[in-house]
């Protein structure tokens, strides 16, 4: 009965962060057992060189992950984050084949991707188009655009300093990890303790509210989808980096990924739900799946379905939890 | 004939809440039956033991003479049973036919649909019912109370003989609330029984037999209207008499905080004219389609307008966006609670500030001991029970709902406050300290732009009222000359 106050969990904002330790600690006790379980039937999982395999493969993930995150907290989408990976690895590859320096390419990329995301978001306010379209707009016209910049071919020889962005390590920690850890301080801090962070989860739950209490969607629209471009972006370029060449068909479906484990992490496509805490974890239940089902000789076809499920099962679980939760 | 409902003894226990205590209720042929009471007195948790929709912790039921053990709403819909409630819970994007027939299409002897046949029956139904509505046109086409016109009308079609109106009057104009009792009077007379929720006395007075009053989830009386009168209805509801709920004390109004001139967006409304002081509560009133919400709207800055100015004590303004409105100052609630007014999926005290973050940031980052201050003394304030303000404000009741919209606007030190509805599906109780806050507000010098569609509310709190036709400005009419009469006459469009 909704005209009582129920004495249920509390949520939003404030309160997600306690919801989210439900979530969260469901999540990790996951991780846990898929650890123990790895490493006690596969010798090799536990070897350095596997473990920082895996910490580099699910960084490149996690990093769109967070940047899809915030998009789906907004109760919106971009599928376009692959296209970016793909774009973002080849326009760096070919400024670098050119001569620029690291330091100018790389931010000149990651700008290229925030204008790629900024592009959605001007679909989306001012077109009004719905973010699942626009973005699958964006998707298709940015995967043709990588094949007309490379001639469909993959842009090698870049300088070696460029590969050393991946497989450098700190104090035995992956390079891309680290920078995946600070996107995720980053992130969660922004969504939980500023004013951005707050418009969003507002944005996400009604537009009209947020409309009325004096938010401005415009800015707020274009920043979460230029964020979660210019992440895309960051993470083509890792990816490339630990190529070594920009690789035109890279991405492909890594927004599904992305998508996938956001939900597992506890985020909603309704919007105003979801942590970075969450979508880090999700990233690491479905890159230790994977990493952990190739050691053990599982038939990839057979490992998308158990992945597949796993993404059902996740969600249905933390659907049904709510819904217990709401009823009091 | 056997009686159609008679139930005994319902109770049902929901977790940490009894929502019916041993709760009797008895339906006769032939009888409109209101239900009364406060929010959360149990009428909605009654109706969906009724309809089959919650099952009963103890009680009996029996509809038409038969034992009804276990039940459902396919069960109640078999049994002749029927809802209409305050959403239309309709498909809006197919037609008005369609919605009479939804899934049970008739066929032609080929198989397919017999759109003929189905409009005909539809349109003739429509027709007999008073009603000028097109059975072909999709239902999202119709105004909203054209569309709950339909939703009333299809279970007369489909022959429903027992029948639930649920606030149904609460999107009508005067004319189809008519046709509604006109339709309500047919049903009575061919031996159907209605039960019949609102709100609003002078209706259960116009239309219904007997009333059963509710509170707290008990059986409180049941009794003839011919031997009640509103006052002790609103006695047994609240404990209290209605008489005392409007009476606020006043406050002297100072200068003038909010003037319009020649306001105009066509076709909503046109050359609106008029100016709140500070302290004052000014009203506006008129009926559905009359621009009165889009009138504040307009003002606050959500919609565009064609035409005419607006100052802000004395210089002229223009809103070209909500913040704008907000960061001078004023404050706004939608009639539209859930869907304009608060963020359902967030907490309370991120609602609290929903306003506020702009004020209570430094270069973006939220001050979070602010934040937590902010929904603590306005929960202290306006007495929002809620169990801590982290708590999703969808958990709160109606009442505590709208309190924090109140306080949403405390937050942000508005001068103004335009208000839509504000107790829109509130219960009596919360209604009374709604109208104490605002008594407090207007002592502390706050002008408040209050819509109302409900007279006594509006009569009771208002220093002046201009009413609204059809987008006309009817008159402004003050304190002592108020009149009921008077005000709906301007409010149909004639002059008083």
């Known amino acids: 009965m909704a005209d009582k106050v129920a004495t249920t969990e509390p949520s939003g904002l404030a309160g997600i962060r306690r919801i989210n330790i439900g979530t969260s600690a469901t999540l990790m006790v996951i991780v846990v057992i898929l650890f123990v379980f790895l490493s006690m039937t596969s010798p090799v999982f536990l070897t350095g060189a596997n473990l920082s395999n895996l910490l580099r493969q699910t960084s490149i993930n996690g990093i769109i992950a967070l940047g899809m995150l915030m998009v789906i907290i907004t109760a919106g989408i971009d599928l376009s984050v692959g296209a970016v990976v793909a774009i973002a690895g080849i326009v760096n590859a070919l400024m670098l084949q050119a001569g620029v320096p690291m330091l100018v390419s790389i931010p000149l990329t990651i700008v290229i991707g925030a204008i790629i995301g900024m592009f959605n978001g001007f679909l989306v306010f001012e077109v009004r188009i719905t973010p699942f379209i626009a973005s699958l707009g964006t998707l298709t016209i940015v995967r043709g655009l990588v094949m007309i910049i490379s001639g469909a071919r993959m842009v090698a020889n870049l300088p070696v300093e460029f590969g050393r962005i991946a497989s450098a390590e700190l104090l035995g920690i992956p390079s891309m990890f680290i920078v995946w850890m600070v996107l995720f301080v980053l992130t969660a801090f922004l969504l939980s303790y500023t004013q951005i962070g707050r418009n969003f989860f507002i944005i996400g739950s009604s537009t009209e509210v947020a409309r009325l209490s004096g938010i401005r969607l415009r800015p707020n629209i274009y920043a979460v989808y230029g964020l979660c471009s210019a992440y895309a972006a960051l993470a083509g370029i890792l990816l490339s980096a630990r190529l070594s060449m920009g690789v035109p068909t890279a991405g492909i479906s890594y927004e599904l990924d992305a998508i996938a484990a956001v939900v597992i992490g506890g985020g909603s496509l309704f919007g105003a739900a979801g942590s970075a805490f969450g979508a880090v974890l999700g990233a690491i239940i479905m890159q230790t799946i994977r990493n952990g089902g190739n050691l053990l000789g599982v038939d990839p076809f057979a490992l998308e379905v158990i992945i597949g499920a796993l993404i059902l099962i996740a969600v249905g679980v933390d659907q049904i939890r709510v819904r217990r939760a709401e009823r009091g | ?496």
Request: glycine share 10%; hydrophobic share 40%.
């Open chain 2, 1 to 496: 004939m056997a009686e159609l409902i008679a139930a005994h003894g319902i109770t049902k226990v929901f977790p940490g809440v009894r929502a019916l205590d041993n709760v009797d209720f008895v339906l006769q042929p032939g009888e409109v039956h209101a239900l009364v009471g406060e929010n959360g007195a149990g009428k909605s948790t009654l109706i969906k033991i009724l309809m089959g929709a919650y099952r009963r912790d103890e009680g009996t039921l029996q509809i038409k003479g038969r034992e009804i053990r276990e039940f459902n709403p396919q069960a109640a819909q078999a049994a002749g049973m029927a809802a209409v409630y305050q959403d239309i819970s309709l498909a809006r994007s197919l037609s008005v036919g369609e919605n009479f027939y939804l899934g049970r299409m008739p066929t032609t002897k080929w198989g397919t649909i017999d759109w003929t046949g189905a409009n005909a029956r539809c349109g003739d139904l429509l027709k007999d019912l008073g009603l000028d509505i097109d059975p072909r046109v999709p239902l999202k086409s119709l105004p909203v109370a054209k569309q709950e016109m339909v939703a009333i009308a299809k279970p007369v079609f489909e022959g429903a003989d027992i029948l639930v109106f649920d606030e149904p009057t609460a999107l009508l104009t005067n004319e189809e609330t008519e046709i509604l009792f006109s339709i309500i009077r047919r049903l009575k007379s061919e031996g159907k029984g209605i039960i019949y929720i609102s709100h609003r006395m002078e209706e259960i007075f116009a239309i219904s037999d007997r009333v059963t009053v509710l509170k707290d989830g008990r059986h409180v009386k049941t009794l003839p209207v011919a031997d009640t009168d509103a006052d002790e209805l609103v006695r047994l509801m609240v404990g209290r008499s209605m008489a005392d709920m409007y009476t606020i004390k006043r406050a002297t109004p100072g200068t003038t905080a909010l003037r319009v001139e020649g306001l105009t967006r066509e076709p909503r409304f046109r050359d609106i004219n008029f100016d709140v002081r500070h302290g004052e509560i000014f009203g506006l009133f008129g009926l559905i389609g009359s621009g009165r919400t889009e009138t504040i709207r307009a003002i606050f800055g959500a919609d565009p307008i064609d035409s005419g100015k607006v100052y802000l004590h004395g210089k002229p303004t223009r809103f070209g966006h909500p913040s704008d409105a907000i960061a001078a100052g004023i404050g706004f609630m939608s009639e539209d609670r859930k869907n304009q007014s608060i963020a359902l999926p967030l907490s309370v005290r991120t609602n609290i500030n929903l306003a506020n973050y702009p004020a209570i940031s430094r270069f973006g980052i939220v001050d979070q001991a602010a934040e937590r201050e902010a929904a603590r003394s306005c929960i202290e304030r306006l007495q929002i029970k809620t169990p801590s303000d982290e708590v999703r404000i969808r958990n709160l009741s109606g009442g505590n709902q709208q309190k924090v919209v109140i306080g949403k606007n405390l937050t942000t030190k508005a001068r103004i406050l335009v208000c839509d509805e504000p107790t829109i599906g509130v219960d009596v109780g919360a209604k009374g300290e709604i109208y104490k806050v605002f008594e407090s507000l207007t002592h502390d010098g706050v002008a408040i732009l209050m819509v109302s569609s409900y007279l006594p509310e509006i009569m009771g709190l208002a220093d002046r009222i201009l009413v609204l036709y059809e987008g006309r400005q009817m008159g402004i009419v003050s304190r002592d000359e108020f009149d009921e009469e008077r005000l709906i006459r301007l409010a149909s469009g004639l002059q008083a």
